[in-house]
């Protein structure tokens, strides 16, 4: 397997542990708002310090560039995280996450046009195998819990999601480092989200005491550092789509620990949709080693 798809891998597993964090930050008095601010600001010093450890010329973005970070961190990263709350909050949990899963296609469809991808047999059947995994993880989505604003909470929430891969590919495209790209998507999405909520609250009570400031701080880490860190370094060796779909490992890792941690039962059909998107991602690798065999 390629190292850029193990990064990718890598990155999903690690967003797999989001729903693990946020309900241990929010039993320390953290707001799904403060989480945004918290988790993109965090790690806005992680990616400073990595490129001042790296190279100091990462800083530097032409201006006429600046349109690709605004769209990766104020139009994805911001964009994505308010929809998908706000998703949360007028549907089911199951339902918010189904929308959100709707990246994958969205990315392969602006993926064709935009960087010329092409749209395979393989491809397609990946997609699909992992959408319908999907769903089958997210569990049923219930009658008459989808109102017409939900609704368009959802599909913002997966758009948004599907453009950091579009944005971020772009300013990789136009010779950016990926930590480049990381590091201006977070400043520009805490700063974004701190205008909108207001940064204090949080700030305050992550230093209420070592305990809630080390749990921000781990958060910030395995949730969105180390994830972007190694999603975004993915895409300069892998086609937007492909690592869309397999990013979608995050759902099995998030079932996995809930099964794990929380206890919470997993149906049949909840077992089948892992196999389903695990499925996808073999699917996607044995199309690349064909490649690979060729050369």
């Keep these: 397997m390629k190292k850029h798809s193990v990064s990718i891998l890598a990155a999903g597993v690690l967003w797999g542990f989001m729903g693990l964090f946020r309900r241990y930050m929010a039993d320390i008095g953290v707001s799904t708002a403060g989480v945004i601010i918290l988790r993109c600001g965090v790690s806005t010093v992680f990616f400073a310090i990595t490129l001042l450890a790296t190279d100091t010329s990462y800083f530097r973005v032409k201006l006429r560039d600046a349109w690709c970070f605004i769209g990766s961190g104020l139009c994805s990263l911001l964009f994505f995280s308010y929809c998908y709350f706000q998703a949360m909050t007028l549907m089911s949990l199951s339902a918010a996450v189904i929308f959100l899963y709707t990246a994958p296609p969205i990315v392969m469809i602006m993926s064709v046009f935009i960087f010329h991808e092409k749209l395979t047999v393989k491809k397609i ?13 997210s569990g049923p989505v219930g009658s008459g819990g ?30 950016y480092a990926s930590n480049t790209v990381n590091f201006y998507s977070c400043l520009l999405a805490a700063i974004g989200a701190s205008v909108i909520w207001g940064g204090a609250e949080p700030v305050r009570v992550m230093f209420a005491s070592w305990g809630n400031a080390g749990l921000c701080v781990l958060s910030a880490i395995f949730t969105c550092y180390l994830p972007y860190l190694l999603y975004t ?20 890792v998030a079932a996995v620990i809930g099964v794990s941690v929380f206890k919470e039962p997993i149906t049949p059909l909840a077992f089948i949709g892992i196999v389903l998107v695990l499925s996808a991602v073999v699917l996607l690798n044995v199309r690349n080693r064909e490649k690979a065999d060729k050369v």
């Excluded at 059947?125 to 993880?137: D, K």
């Excluded at 939900?150 to 590919?169: D, E, N, P, T, V």
């Design 125 to 137: 059947l990946a997609l699909l195998m992992a959408f319908a995994g999907c769903v089958l993880v």
């Design 146 to 175: 989808i109102t017409a604003v939900g609704l368009l909470y959802g599909l913002g929430a997966g758009f948004g999601y599907a453009l950091y891969s579009i944005f971020a590919r772009l300013a990789l495209d136009r010779g």
């Design 233 to 252: 370094y993915g895409l300069t060796g892998l086609e937007a789509g492909k690592a869309s779909i397999m990013a979608s490992v995050e759902l099995v």
